[in-house]
């Protein structure tokens, strides 16, 4: 996060929150590609230096972050899983930040060590407090020391108030460790320091360090198992799209197939047609002069009498004998006739 200056005093804190880029860009978490990219352009339009300056520099590094992790499909389900989880610990109370403030004032450049008291330990003593009054302060509710701003003294006065505290209940840590540290020391529960010296309360057995190992792991654990939900959804959508592809693909074959058998392809079909149309109105006009009857009348006549179903064009009698048959036909006529 962004320093605040006080007093000269430049002030930071240890922070592991995941910047939520859904909400950055102003789109849903199922949000897909080409919605992404045209929020981050939209979004990189006003950082730009031409129309920001500088001071749209840090916005568009996290922007180029945020696309470029949302547009890769595993970058984006690890990082909605850590989102996710993050979500989780805010009714944990777990802001992913030290509650002790980082400073720089008597800090050393790139110093990344910070002091931590273990208050399940701390007998109330204040002799840290009197040591490095800037950095250490009691805490009411228990009793207890705790740390309020790092490196506000020197090493050689906080040394002298680890070096004071009868229990040794203050330590030097990595500051990436203080936001779990100070995190479980909140939050397990604690008796007063009277109430434990008077023996009314258990003796607390809690060690910080183990809490904090264990909180930790529990929220990797968390993270990998809601990836590896998310991944396999993934999968199971690929495989179902592909699948809906294929069977597209398949169908669209099939239909092909089925066009080019009935000719549908085939730029000869349509003169066959013509052609076959041809023929059949030859041969009804050559059926309508030897009977004198039109072939669709004789049609239904003979479909009424026989039962017959197919068309007699499409008979399996020849042309030629239609004829012979026809002109044999008109003899017998004539000769009734005389």
């Not at 339009?45 to 001071?55: A, E, K, T, V």
Request: aromatic fraction near 8%.
């Amino acid at each position: 996060s962004s320093p605040t200056v006080r007093a000269g005093m430049e002030v930071h804190q240890a922070d592991t929150r995941v910047v939520d880029f859904y909400e950055l860009l102003g789109v849903p978490e199922d949000a897909d590609i080409k919605t992404i990219k045209r929020a981050y352009y939209d979004l990189a339009l006003y950082c730009h230096p031409d129309r920001s300056g500088d001071d749209g520099h840090d916005l568009c590094v996290v922007l180029n972050d945020a696309y470029a992790i949302l547009k890769d499909p595993v970058q984006r389900e690890a990082y909605d899983a850590e989102l996710a989880v993050q979500r989780e610990d805010d009714l944990d109370e777990f802001t992913g930040k030290a509650y002790s403030k980082w400073t720089t004032r008597k800090a050393a450049p790139g110093e990344t060590r910070a002091v931590f008291v273990d208050e399940f330990t701390c007998i109330g003593c204040k002799q840290c407090v009197w040591a490095a009054p800037a950095t250490f302060r009691m805490e009411d509710e228990h009793g207890r020391s705790r740390v309020y701003a790092q490196w506000l003294n020197s090493e050689e006065d906080i040394d002298c108030a680890i070096a004071s505290c009868p229990v040794d209940c203050i330590h030097w840590v990595e500051k990436e460790q203080l936001p779990y540290l100070e995190h479980v020391t909140r939050f397990v529960d604690k008796v007063s320091v009277g109430i434990m010296q008077s023996g009314q309360g258990r003796t607390s057995v809690t060690d910080p360090f183990d809490a904090a190992y264990a909180y930790q792991k529990f929220r990797e654990r968390k993270i990998e198992q809601r990836r590896l939900k998310l991944e396999e959804e993934r999968r199971n959508r690929e495989w179902a799209e592909a699948n809906a592809r294929e069977k597209e693909a398949k169908a669209g074959g099939d239909d092909a197939a089925a066009g080019s058998a009935g000719g549908a392809s085939d730029p000869d079909a349509f003169s066959r047609r013509r052609d076959y149309g041809k023929t059949v109105g030859r041969i009804k006009e050559t059926w309508a002069a030897g009977t004198g009857v039109k072939m669709e009348t004789m049609k239904r006549r003979r479909w009424a009498d026989s039962g017959a179903t197919i068309p007699l064009e499409r008979a399996l009698v020849p042309l030629a004998e239609v004829e012979r048959m026809n002109a044999e036909s008109e003899k017998v006529t004539v000769t009734t006739s005389r």
